[in-house]
């Protein structure tokens, strides 16, 4: 379909459901987050900001709409 037909565009990003490498604790972050995410239980780095997609260290769970 071309890019001008489509009335409503949708953004790329989405919510993702992540499980912490270290401590198995699962939080949802934001596929283009800005801002460096940790973990709420240890205290690990998730996210790490790039610019455009951030780049996830943990295990990728589920892709939330």
Same mark, same amino acid.
């Given at each position: 379909?071309? *890019?001008? #037909? +489509?009335? +409503?565009? $949708?953004?790329? !990003?989405?919510? +993702? #459901?992540? *499980? &912490?490498? @270290? &401590?198995?604790? $699962? @939080?949802?972050?934001?596929? =283009? !987050?800005?801002?460096?995410? #940790? &973990?709420?239980? &240890?205290?690990? @780095?998730?996210?790490?900001? #790039?610019?455009?997609?951030? *780049? +996830? =260290?943990?295990?990728?769970? *589920?892709?939330?709409?």
């Amino acid at each position: 379909m071309n *890019k001008f #037909r +489509i009335l +409503i565009p $949708e953004p790329n !990003s989405k919510y +993702i #459901r992540v *499980k &912490c490498s @270290q &401590c198995g604790y $699962e @939080q949802t972050v934001f596929s =283009n !987050s800005t801002f460096p995410v #940790r &973990c709420l239980s &240890c205290g690990a @780095q998730l996210v790490f900001p #790039r610019g455009g997609k951030a *780049k +996830i =260290n943990g295990d990728i769970l *589920k892709v939330l709409g």
